[in-house]
């Protein structure tokens, strides 16, 4: 099992989730470009991801990774996601294979197949009596050039996967929201993830054993259309929130 964690984007609101549920839990040493600007459990890397020596410096007797950093926004124009969540993802893979790391938990996203969202197919499948399902094993249909980015890092993680025996799950994260789900909106309720689960999944991420995968990182909401058959099979992920049940 990973002790000893690198954690990337350690500075933003999934490794404040992930920080907030699993910080005694594990060994963790934190990387982000932002300076920290409060105390952290662990030691904090000042680095940009796209700075190779730094990220195999940042590397060294780590078990495991899971990597955060990146442009979030959906609307990030190209040259941020290709220098950020493309070129960035490939350093941190290619690092980890030459340090020796056992596993990596990739921050994949919804927007890696925003496209299934068809006008067709919404807003009924956002709701709880639609049987509209994605199971992770659909192609990648990204909403945006941000999702393409995603898909590129879910496709480097395979390559590292195959060509290294690096065991890779790439994450598909929702929307994540602290205290309540989304308010007045019906797709960020049917994806959403708690801050509770989501340092469940990635807990989980860390100790299961798997080769490669794709799963989706939600609650367990009522109205979800991505499924999380796959975390809780392969993973052992039991989340405990529902968009439905919160008040
Ligand atoms: N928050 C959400 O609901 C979702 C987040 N994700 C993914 O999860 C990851 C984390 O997202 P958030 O925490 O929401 O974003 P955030 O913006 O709050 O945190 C990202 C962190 O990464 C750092 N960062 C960005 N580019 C970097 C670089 N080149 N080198 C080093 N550090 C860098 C930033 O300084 C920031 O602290 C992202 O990859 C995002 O695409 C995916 C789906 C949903
Ligand atoms: O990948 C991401 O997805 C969430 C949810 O998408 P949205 O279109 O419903 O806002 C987004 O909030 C987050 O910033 C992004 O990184």
């Known amino acids: 099992m990973a002790q000893s964690v690198l954690l990337t984007g350690a500075a933003g609101r999934v490794g404040d989730a992930i920080l907030g549920g699993l910080a005694d839990e594990y060994e963790w040493r934190l990387l982000d470009r932002d300076p920290p600007t ?3 459990p662990g030691e904090f890397v000042v680095a940009d991801i796209t700075d190779d020596e730094a990220v195999r410096e940042a590397m060294e007797g780590i078990d495991a990774v899971i990597h955060l950093a990146g442009d979030p926004r959906p609307d990030a124009p190209w040259d941020s996601v290709l220098t950020n969540n493309i070129d960035g993802t490939q350093t941190v893979f290619e690092a980890a294979v030459d340090a020796g790391v056992e596993k990596v938990a990739f921050a994949s996203s919804n927007h890696a197949v925003g496209h299934y969202e068809t ?3 919404t807003p009924e499948m956002y709701r709880a009596d639609d049987d ?3 199971d992770g094993t659909e192609l990648p249909r990204p909403g945006n050039l941000y999702g393409v980015s995603k898909a590129a890092g879910e496709s480097l993680g395979r390559y590292y996967h195959d060509e290294h025996d690096l065991s890779v799950v790439c994450v598909r994260i929702g929307n994540l929201t602290e205290d309540h789900p989304p308010i007045d909106y019906e797709r960020g309720q049917a994806m959403w993830l708690s801050y509770r689960d989501c340092a469940r999944l990635f ?3 860390l100790s299961a054993d798997y080769g490669y ?3 989706y990182g939600i609650s367990d909401n009522d109205r979800k259309y991505y499924s999380i058959d796959r975390a ?3 993973l052992g992920y039991e989340p405990q929130d529902n968009s439905a049940r919160h008040d």
Do not use: T
């Open 38 to 40: 409060e105390d952290y």
């Open 119 to 121: 006008e067709e197919r």
């Open 132 to 134: 509209y399902l994605l």
């Open 203 to 205: 807990d989980r991420c």
């Open 213 to 215: 995968e794709i799963v």
């Open 232 to 234: 809780r099979a392969v």
